[in-house]
């Protein structure tokens, strides 16, 4: 066992793919809310987003989309705003061993709230 | 079963705990790094990111401790610096339903990182 | 002249104070948006925000108000919301030497834009 | 005069120049301190900042270099580190009608500390 390893014998593999993605998904709405976007810097974002969330452990994949509707609606003569969760749209897939997860957020209009779930885990 | 209820019916409420507290602390972690601090401004820091985070789905307690020591530390005639992982030893206690988590984040001297774990679990 | 002042002998005091001032109102407006938010944490962000802004260069005072009415209106079921630009009223009073300034981020209605202005100076 | 110009009649344009610069400065640094990055995606990193930063008002150009050296240096198994002030070098070059600025944040060994200052004005 290395030195990192003790640390999450307590947990399964199952769960330990469930809380790197999640704290994937808190560390990712929480350092980017607030930078500011519009239309045309959008994509360097997204793709940032996704290098940089990507080093965590066990993360494998992510996939942040940033809603362009919400974008050209923008209605001030500034020509931007600030990045808030219910324009994101992310995908976070960790594995652990035999295990996967799929972490998602996304807005959910029912609960008036942007939502992260296990979307999907072995 | 109410509209949330229906996204977390995959997952056992000891994994929601832990999902949760995870959520909490990669939040903790990237929204409050690089806030400026000093030995004056410490304490009401912590008293914030207690409460800040304590309003988070599932999260029962959290308690932030800020080492004093790199404070005092601080060689530069600025009088403080900007609040770093490795300034940080916090636990967040969540309850979900019967089960309950304490994550942690630490540094840890051996791996040279600050590591958020499980530090207990149901 | 001390090894900072050399990196500031080209502007005068008046814009210095006036740039302190305005790295401050950056930094806090991008610090802290993001933070989740209730009518119970309010006031405790509100000072935190204070305390760890005034231990900036030259800043004399800060001045945070979150609106409470914003707080009031939350309607989704997890009963808080991120702290965003168009609560945030804040004042950062700037002091170099014989010259002060006030720096004011509100929201200005009339732009559908949290500005950020100088709103006295020497 | 536009709703905007209003509010920024009480100081000239070469302190607007110097006042919308250190907004941007101050907004980068607590904006994306924090960011996990590592040799892999620093390059991504550093061109989504600077996209995201130019959006701002007066904003003409934003160059932004962090160290490699400190991301090589990296001692620890997870293989990536927080973004740091003092990784970041920094240029934010600002025009506000006839009058330029450029304000810079480095890493300035004999003050310990991660200074913004304004390198040239009009």
């Known amino acids: ?3 990192e390893e003790k640390y ?3 947990i399964t593999n199952r769960e330990r793919a469930i809380f790197e993605g999640a704290i994937t998904m808190g560390a990712l709405f929480h350092q980017f809310v607030g930078t500011p ?3 045309d810097s959008v994509e360097s974002l997204e793709k940032a987003i996704e290098a940089a969330m990507s080093v965590q452990p066990c ?5 942040v989309v ?3 509707k919400k974008l050209e609606e923008i209605s001030n003569e500034f020509d931007y705003v600030s990045l808030t969760g ?3 749209d992310v995908k976070v897939t960790t594995v652990c061993s ?10 959910v209009s029912e609960l008036n709230y942007p939502l992260m779930y296990v979307e999907d885990v072995d």
């Open 66 to 68: 940033i809603d362009r």
């Open 98 to 107: 035999d295990k996967q997860a799929l972490i998602r957020l996304k807005f």
């Open 1 to 3: 066992m290395n030195a």
């Open 37 to 39: 976007v519009n239309i």
């Open 8 to 10: 999450f014998n307590n």
């Open 59 to 63: 993360v494998f994949r992510v996939e």
């Open 86 to 88: 219910e324009m994101l």
